[in-house]
């Protein structure tokens, strides 16, 4: 079992930063793949970004490429997500999830555990 608390989240003017935490507790969180989702009101859940376990491999959707940067801090068992340069088009709820099996992790079905997210809404 792995538990996942997301926090950070907010309200903030376009252009404006945001730093969003995952903290993990249970099984051990730092040996497994993690990713950020987003979900806005009446769309699926999408893939924002994706970590290794070792930090060293990243991925972005083309949306936030360049704006959004993720990392993790293993020795806390913490996933962050570093959100710069924010569009009304960002508003969403974001959930952090583990990826126990370590495969593409585009998927949604490819997480396992999800915290209960966090809303973060970009004002015009």
């Known amino acids: 079992q792995v538990q996942l608390v997301e926090s950070g989240g907010g309200l903030v003017q376009a252009g404006g930063s945001l730093r969003l935490s995952c903290a993990a507790s249970?099984?051990?969180?730092?040996?497994?793949?993690m990713g950020w989702f987003r979900q806005a009101p009446g769309k699926e859940r999408e893939l924002v970004s994706r970590?290794?376990?070792?930090?060293?491999?990243?991925y972005y959707a083309d949306s936030v490429k360049g704006r959004f940067t993720i990392s993790r801090d293993n020795a806390k068992n913490t996933v962050y997500l570093q959100m710069n340069s924010l569009k009304p088009e960002d508003t969403a709820v974001y959930y952090c999830?583990?990826?126990?099996?370590?495969?593409?992790?585009?998927?949604?079905?490819?997480?396992?555990?999800w915290g209960q997210g966090t809303q973060v809404t970009v004002s015009s």
């Open positions: 249970g099984r051990t969180a730092s040996s497994y793949a």
């Open positions: 970590i290794s376990r070792s930090g060293t491999i990243t």
């Open positions: 999830a583990v990826d126990l099996l370590g495969g593409a992790g585009r998927r949604t079905s490819d997480y396992n555990y």
